[in-house]
């Protein structure tokens, strides 16, 4: 009977130090996921800040412009004689490097989230996929532009530089690319912000586990308070879909392989 007695508690022991290497393995790789995120999270910021954001605005605002130039010639108010100077930006962009595949790697195979946080890295990388390509395409359209203006005759519509009609067609080639340059940025902070969030939960819900107690599990814990306060982070408006379909947080899976090993040691102790 002293043997078994001696067994079995040698076996619980086995189990709980197991359950707490499991917790310990979970909470380093969801630090993991919370520092990948938050570093595309803010290198998105400052492609915002330094780049889309001037870009983009100074762009609507021109367009503004000529869209009251046009009014005011077809209404008569000025005459058609009276030139628009198009005020264009013409500096290449570069498409901010960001490394997706560490974080999809630390969500997918490290740690056992489920539901919202595994769609938000495939939506991550699809608004990365797209910044790079349309800075592409924004970039030949502005060679293209400058090899025009070269020419001895060369002469920049306003239409095709802001989308506008011309002869009854529309060349909104440069308007959309830049038009989806800033959607697909915001896009990517968005969805940043949420990952990180979402893993700052996950990781408290690990911390309270039963298994938790008395390991001080340690969250890594980041700032995004004071990209919202300066702005940068988009409304929820654009994205009701998205937040429609993953309308809460994620716990942990509990059908995941870490949710059920913990729960069956908690229940044998």
């Known amino acids: 009977m002293g043997a078994f007695a001696g067994a079995y508690a040698a076996q619980r022991t086995a189990e709980r130090s197991k359950a707490r290497d499991l917790l310990i393995a979970e909470m380093r790789g969801t630090n993991a996921a919370i520092t990948a995120a938050f ?52 500096r290449q962009l570069h498409a901010p490097l960001i490394d997706t595949e560490v974080l999809q790697t630390q969500i997918y195979d490290r740690i056992s989230v489920s539901g919202r946080s595994l769609a938000l890295v495939s939506y991550m990388k699809g608004a990365q996929a797209a910044i790079e390509e349309l800075v592409g395409r924004r970039n030949n359209l502005v060679d293209a532009f400058k090899a025009q203006l070269s020419t001895p005759d060369g002469v920049l519509r306003p239409e095709a530089y802001y989308g506008m009609p011309l002869n009854g067609e529309i060349d909104g080639r440069y308007s959309d690319a830049l038009a989806g340059i ?22 408290r819900q690990l911390q309270n586990r039963p298994a938790a107690a008395n390991l001080k599990l340690k ?51």
């Open 182 to 203: 800033n959607s697909h940025t915001n896009d990517l902070i968005f969805f940043s912000e949420m990952l990180c969030a979402d893993l700052m939960e996950y990781g």
């Open 39 to 90: 570093s595309i999270f803010n290198i998105a910021i400052r492609f915002m800040r330094l780049h889309v954001k001037e870009l983009y605005d100074e762009f609507e605002s021109e367009r503004s412009r000529f869209v009251e130039y046009k009014r005011m010639i077809e209404n008569g108010e000025i005459s058609p004689s009276v030139g628009f100077f198009t005020k264009s930006d013409m």
């Open 219 to 269: 969250l890594n814990c980041v700032n995004l308070e004071d990209a919202r306060k300066a702005g940068f982070i988009p409304p929820t408006e654009p994205y009701a879909e998205f937040l429609e379909a993953f309308a809460s947080t994620n716990p942990p899976n509990p059908k995941s392989r870490i949710a059920k090993i913990l729960d069956w040691l908690h229940v044998r102790h």
